[in-house]
C-alpha cells in the first residue's frame, strides 16, 4: 500500500468482513448512529438494512464502534509523528495499512513522547557508540571497550555495559515488527494457569474451587471461564499465570531482531544478556498485557 492509496471507509471494512453489502451496513450505521438498538433494527427495519440479522447487527455494532476507534487513534499518531517532523511517506503508509489499534501503538512506539528511561539517560551520558560498536563488532571485549566510556556519570565499566545494554534493549522493545510477533506467538502458545492465593478467603475460595489448579490455552479458552478466572482473580482468590513457552524461543527472535548470533566471540556472551533482558524485562511484559487485554475481549 502507498501513502497515497485511498483508505477504506469503515462501512465498506464491515461489508466485506460479514459478506454484505456496503449499503446494507451503511443504512445500519445510521439507524445506529441514530439511536436505534440491535433488537429493533433487526425486527423492524429489515426492508432497510436489507434483511441483516441480529446476529449480523451485533458484530456490525461491535466492528463500528472498534475502526471508529481506530481510526480516531490512527489519526492522532498520525499528527504526533508529523509535529515532530518525523512522518516519512513509508510511516504514513504504515499506519494506513495497519488493521489493528495494537499495530497501530506497535508503529507508534519509538515515537511516543515519553518519560526519560534509562536508556535515555545512558545516551545522554555518551554510551551510544559503546552500543553500537558492540553490536556491530562482538570480536570487540566489552569490558576493554567500556573503559574508553567513563566519565562523571560513569564510574566503571561495568556501569558503561548497563548503559549500553538499557540502550539496546529499549531498541529490540521499540522494533514494531518484533513486537507485534512476539505477542502473536506468546497469544498462540500460552497457557493460562492458576491457583489458590495465600491467605485467600476460603469461603470466597469455595466458589472458584474448579480453578485451584487449572490450566488451558489461551486461544482456546471459552468466555464463561475467562470469566471466572477473572472474577477469581479481582477477589483476591486467585493468582493467574501466564506461560507462553520456552523463554529461549523468544530471545532468540530478539537475537535475530539485533543481529546477534553466538559464534564464542569476545562479545557474544554480553550481546546474549541483551536479548535475554529485552524478552523479559519489556516484551514479555507487554506480551502478557496484551494477552489480558484480549481474554477480556472475549
Known amino acids: 500500500m502507498n501513502s497515497s492509496a485511498p483508505v477504506k471507509s469503515v462501512s465498506a471494512r464491515i461489508a466485506e468482513e460479514l459478506s454484505v453489502g456496503e449499503n446494507q451496513v451503511a443504512a445500519a450505521v445510521q439507524l445506529l448512529d441514530e439511536g436505534s438498538t440491535v433488537p429493533f433494527i433487526a425486527r423492524y427495519r429489515k426492508e432497510v438494512t436489507g434483511s441483516l440479522d441480529d446476529a449480523q447487527l451485533r458484530t456490525l455494532e461491535e466492528r463500528l464502534g472498534y475502526l471508529r476507534e481506530l481510526d480516531d487513534r490512527r489519526a492522532a499518531?498520525?499528527?504526533s509523528i508529523e509535529e515532530q517532523g518525523k512522518l516519512t511517506p513509508e510511516l504514513r503508509a504504515a499506519l494506513l495499512a495497519a488493521e489493528t489499534k495494537a499495530r497501530v501503538e506497535?508503529?507508534?512506539?519509538?515515537?511516543k513522547v515519553k518519560r526519560r528511561t534509562k536508556a535515555q539517560?545512558?545516551?545522554e551520558n555518551g554510551l551510544q557508540p559503546l552500543a553500537e560498536r558492540l553490536l556491530e563488532d562482538p570480536t570487540l571485549v566489552p569490558e576493554e571497550l567500556a573503559g574508553e566510556f567513563l566519565g562523571e556519570n560513569v564510574a566503571d565499566a561495568a556501569a558503561a555495559l548497563e548503559g549500553a545494554r538499557h540502550i539496546l534493549v529499549e531498541r529490540a522493545s521499540e522494533d514494531a515488527e518484533l513486537v507485534g510477533t512476539v505477542r502473536e506467538k506468546f497469544w498462540a502458545d500460552s497457557t493460562l494457569r492458576t491457583g489458590v492465593r495465600e491467605g485467600a478467603d476460603p469461603q470466597k475460595a469455595q466458589k472458584f474451587r474448579d480453578y485451584f489448579e487449572f490450566s488451558e490455552?489461551?486461544?482456546s479458552m471459552p468466555s464463561h471461564r475467562v470469566?471466572?478466572?477473572?472474577?477469581?482473580?479481582?477477589?483476591e482468590v486467585l493468582s493467574l499465570q501466564f506461560d507462553g513457552g520456552e523463554d529461549a524461543d523468544?530471545?532468540?527472535m530478539v537475537a535475530s531482531t539485533l543481529g546477534i548470533s553466538n559464534q564464542g566471540r569476545p562479545a557474544d556472551k554480553w550481546l546474549g544478556t541483551v536479548a535475554r533482558w529485552a524478552w523479559r524485562t519489556k516484551l514479555m511484559v507487554s506480551a502478557t498485557v496484551d494477552a489480558r487485554t484480549?481474554?477480556?475481549q472475549r
Do not use: M, N, Q, T
Not at 227 to 233: D, F, I, K, N, Y
Open 77 to 79: 499518531v498520525l499528527a
Open 106 to 111: 506497535d508503529i507508534y512506539l519509538p515515537y
Open 121 to 123: 539517560i545512558a545516551r
Open 217 to 219: 490455552p489461551l486461544e
Open 227 to 235: 470469566l471466572a478466572v477473572l472474577r477469581g482473580e479481582k477477589e
Open 250 to 252: 523468544y530471545e532468540a
Open 294 to 296: 484480549r481474554l477480556r
